[in-house]
């Protein structure tokens, strides 16, 4: 049931980052989201690839990042279009039970993109064209791009939101969990700024 979500216990009872991020690798992610959205916006009106597939792409970046505050939200979303409790779980999980062969090489890449914080070597989305071709490469990469974004943000959420239940992360602080939601709130238009500078259709978020 949507209103019963349930995600793994190593997600929901975390009391400690599995992935912790800096002001400015937070905005660097935020340079891309602009981009990002009009890629998905796109992709939603003339489908390139399903929203299923880029869904299971968020969840896979979610699982490696470990945060839930965007692993509750996700799962419900992914409720909503279908996908049962059981597939949520396991790509939360970083199980593979069910990846598709034909999505396989793409979850790789949201993993991989993930683990080097949102800063992919230049061979991985070379080899993502390669099997996608070029449309369908740059809506996978934006689905990742949106994500990690999120759990850049979302991570001291899902830490303010535990300490406020009582239950403060071991390696956390307050000055860093309300300077990261702050500091989000107001570098996000000067981010937005950027990206209009660096150009909309913009998909360089790869080392060269």
Same mark, same amino acid.
């Not at 019963?4 to 002001?23: C, H, L, Y």
């Not at 981010?191 to 660096?198: F, G, P, T, Y």
């Given at each position: 049931m949507?209103?019963?979500?349930?995600?793994?216990?190593?997600?929901? @009872?975390? *009391?400690? $980052?599995?992935?912790? $991020?800096?002001?400015y690798e937070m905005y660097r992610a935020f340079v891309f989201i602009p981009s990002a959205i009009l890629n998905l916006k796109k992709n939603k009106?003339?489908?390139i690839i399903d929203i299923d597939f880029v869904e299971r792409l968020q969840l896979a970046v979610t699982e490696v990042n470990g945060c839930a505050a965007c692993s509750y939200q996700h799962t419900k979303i992914a409720l909503q279009q279908g996908m049962s409790s059981e597939e949520i779980s396991s790509f939360l999980s970083?199980?593979?039970?069910?990846?598709?062969?034909?999505?396989?090489?793409?979850?790789? $890449?949201?993993?991989? $993109?993930?683990? @080097?914080?949102?800063y992919p070597e230049k061979y991985a989305y070379d080899s993502l064209v390669k099997e996608y071709g070029e449309?369908?490469?740059? *809506?996978?990469?934006?689905? *990742?791009?949106? #994500?990690?974004?999120?759990? #850049?943000?979302?991570?001291?959420?899902?830490?303010?939101?535990s300490r406020l239940k009582g239950v403060p992360y071991t390696d956390s602080s307050l000055f860093y969990e309300l300077g990261m939601l702050t500091a989000g709130i107001v570098c996000l238009?000067?981010?937005?700024?950027?990206?209009?500078?660096?150009?909309?259709?913009?998909?360089?978020?790869k080392k060269n």
């Open positions: 949507i209103n019963d979500i349930q995600i793994p216990e190593a997600i929901s @009872s975390r *009391v400690d $980052f599995k992935r912790k $991020f800096s002001f009106k003339n489908n970083g199980e593979d039970n069910f990846i598709k062969p034909e999505e396989a090489k793409a979850i790789i $890449f949201a993993q991989h $993109f993930a683990d @080097s914080r949102g449309k369908k490469a740059a *809506v996978i990469l934006s689905a *990742v791009q949106i #994500m990690i974004a999120g759990n #850049m943000y979302g991570i001291p959420l899902s830490a303010l939101q238009p000067f981010a937005v700024i950027h990206a209009a500078l660096r150009g909309l259709n913009d998909i360089r978020n």
